[in-house]
């Protein structure tokens, strides 16, 4: 996969405007709800106010700013990011930390299907300000809508178009933020640790507003996952003018609570109330395109991720879409339906952003303890890092995370079980998908390939039997070049004897990088076996049959293989060969005796298998020169039962 001309590890003004279009939506946005979340309907007082300003500043500063921007991006796989780039760095330290793995990216899928509707529904409950009577729902759906039928365009369109908005948005942020500063600048005495920590100890239930504050951080997590569409240098100098547009207005609703809403806020959202009367139209407009756009990072970082879990073996084969040739951009037609009927689900369930205020964060962030686990095993394990510093990161922000979280409990039964439920729904399919390929692989008999290469030439030679096709090709799983599926062996000689005057093994092997693209061939038998062995990113979308063909193009012009058609009529005017592929197809046996565990991956990985991708289409095979054939998978074969032989 080639880069367009913009390559996003360059920094550039174009870089750095698409860069706000497509990260920042989501942290970008939280201001539309942090305070009011924050302050609830507490009574208005300075520890309150200058202790959630306090909070916020040092999350942004030790959660996002330390952690994601200079820590966690480093822990780029060749570019990616997210949290299935990192664990394909690490993951043959132990093969244990796919849990996490999974784990973590499941709850980031899940919070990616509160975002939008929690950041529309906050821009658009604006409105209430001209008629509190308006009924927001329809209109936020018809925006949920409109966002996720242009997905289908890729990111840079994305960038292209928000960027410009965004930019807007910040400043918009920032002016409004330093006009209520300038006026009462002492609020800027909450950049003191002190207020931060008397909240949390002294103000009665201050441990309880880190649910709140940690709404600030929510976008982090996809600010890594988007690494690969923007580049580390474009987000690391973007960051500095977005914290510094962020902190501003945080400081500015701040002071305006503090100086001007009355001792309550009685439901009103201090980032309207911060706004002139004749600026609200003005305001609520950009917010209400900020929110969609608030949407796109977790969007965009949710193909990223579905597309990482179907290479590493987490997810069943779905279809995945290419809209640019820039590098990073990717579509997935089924997960972006199944998260905007998930959307709606959440505005129709929850129907006020006050709701969702309550069920948002816990799933996000137990991806972020996860995401520390495996950054530390990552620093220690292939940086080298130091046992000392490495403990001491992963001391600290798991005393942060572990503190959110606890914080973050109380949402559980506020809706937070919402986001859960369709986590535990994901981690069980991406375990469903280990595990079975896991009992799968265990008992797969591979067979040794030398003992059958003179049945395989004494076969091709064999005239009473008709030539099934003169190039036959079988994709297969033996990682030794020694090695063939008995299954495949089986196909060949007994299911139907299958004549051809060249038999292909075709191997593919998913590596850690995400965009290698090699092969290389080994001649078992010259002009009669031949084994080609692709190395595939885990980036890289398996179109096998272009890979194949590009194999075959170079061994024509290097005149390895002579891939003239043996038949006399068509090798006389040296026209190619016809290639057939063979697909096994294996389907669940009914001679297994398997225990009720395995029986219920078992099934459940085959009704996954049902909706899935078939075969064919996964690795990118053109349907018409491929033959299917069903192949019973016995994984247990009953041994003990009572059969009598009677006279």
Aim: aromatic share 12%; glycine share 6%; proline share 4%.
């Amino acid at each position: 996969m080639k880069s367009s001309k913009y390559a996003v590890d360059t920094v550039s003004f174009a870089g750095l405007l698409i860069t706000l279009g497509i990260i920042y939506g989501d942290i970008g946005t939280s201001p539309l709800y942090v305070m009011k979340a924050v302050i609830g309907g507490s009574e208005v007082n300075e520890d309150l106010v200058l202790g959630g300003l306090s909070c916020v500043f040092w999350t942004l500063t030790l959660q996002t700013t330390v952690k994601y921007v200079i820590l966690t991006l480093r822990a780029d796989n060749n570019g990616e990011g997210g949290i299935f780039s990192l664990f394909a760095l690490i993951r043959r330290r132990s093969p244990y930390l796919v849990f996490p793995a999974m784990i973590g990216g499941s709850m980031l899928l899940a919070d990616g299907i509160i975002t939008p509707p929690i950041s529309v529904s906050s821009a658009i409950e604006g409105l209430r300000i001209f008629n509190p009577e308006i009924n927001t729902i329809p209109i936020v759906i018809c925006i949920l809508v409109f966002l996720f039928v242009i997905q289908g365009l890729g990111t840079k369109f994305m960038g292209n178009a928000f960027g410009p908005i965004m930019f807007i948005w910040f400043c918009m942020l920032a002016t409004m933020g330093i006009k209520e500063v300038m006026q009462y600048p002492h609020v800027l005495r909450c950049i003191n640790p002190y207020y931060a920590y008397n909240l949390l100890m002294n103000y009665p239930g201050g441990l309880w507003l880190l649910g709140a504050v940690f709404l600030c951080t929510t976008g982090a997590e996809a600010l890594y996952s988007d690494l690969g569409h923007c580049g580390r240098p474009n987000i690391r100098i973007s960051w500095i003018f977005v914290k510094s547009c962020l902190l501003l207005n945080y400081m500015g609703q701040g002071a305006w609570i503090l100086h001007s809403s009355g001792g309550f806020l009685n439901g009103r959202n201090p980032f309207y109330a911060v706004m002139p009367q004749w600026f609200l139209p003005i305001g609520i407009g950009v917010a209400t395109m900020a929110a969609i756009i608030a949407s796109q990072a977790l969007i965009s970082g949710s193909f990223t991720l579905i597309s990482e879990a179907i290479r590493l073996n987490l997810w069943p084969k779905v279809k995945l879409s290419f809209p640019t040739i820039m590098k990073g951009q990717i579509y997935v037609p089924s997960i972006n339906w199944l998260m905007l009927a998930g959307c709606i689900g959440i505005v129709m369930y929850f129907k006020e952003s006050s709701q969702m205020e309550a069920a948002y964060g816990l799933a996000i962030n137990i991806t972020m303890i996860v995401t520390t686990m495996l950054l530390c095993f990552y620093l220690y394990f292939v940086r080298k890092v130091t046992f000392f510093w490495v403990a001491l990161v992963f001391v600290v922000y798991m005393a942060i995370e572990l503190t959110f979280l606890v914080g973050n409990l109380t949402k559980f039964m506020h809706g937070g079980y919402v986001t859960l439920l369709i986590s535990g729904l994901l981690i069980y399919v991406m375990y469903t998908w280990y595990a079975a390929r896991k009992i799968k692989n265990r008992l797969t008999e591979f067979i040794k390939l030398d003992d059958y290469i003179p049945l395989l030439k004494e076969l091709s030679n064999d005239l009473s039997i008709p030539k099934y096709a003169t190039h036959l090709v079988y994709l297969t799983s033996a990682n030794s070049i020694k090695e063939i599926e008995s299954k495949v062996i089986y196909s060949i000689f007994q299911k139907q004897p299958k004549r051809a005057d060249i038999y292909w093994f075709l191997h593919i092997d998913v590596l850690d990088e995400p965009y290698t693209m090699e092969y290389k061939v080994k001649f078992l038998e010259p002009n009669d076996v031949i084994r080609v062995d692709f190395r595939l990113g885990f980036r890289v979308e398996h179109r096998i049959n272009l890979f194949f063909r590009k194999v075959v193009e170079d061994l024509v012009a290097n005149k390895e293989v002579d891939f003239t058609s043996r038949y006399t009529s068509l090798s006389k005017r040296n026209v190619i060969g016809d290639f057939r592929f063979v697909v096994l197809e294996k389907h669940l046996s009914h001679d297994n005796d398997l225990s009720a565990d395995e029986r219920l991956i078992m099934n459940s990985y085959f009704i996954l298998k049902e909706i899935s991708l078939s075969e064919t289409s996964a690795f990118g095979l053109d349907t018409s020169s491929v033959s299917v054939e069903k192949v019973p998978l016995v994984i247990s074969p009953m041994e003990h039962f009572d059969l009598r032989r009677i006279e």
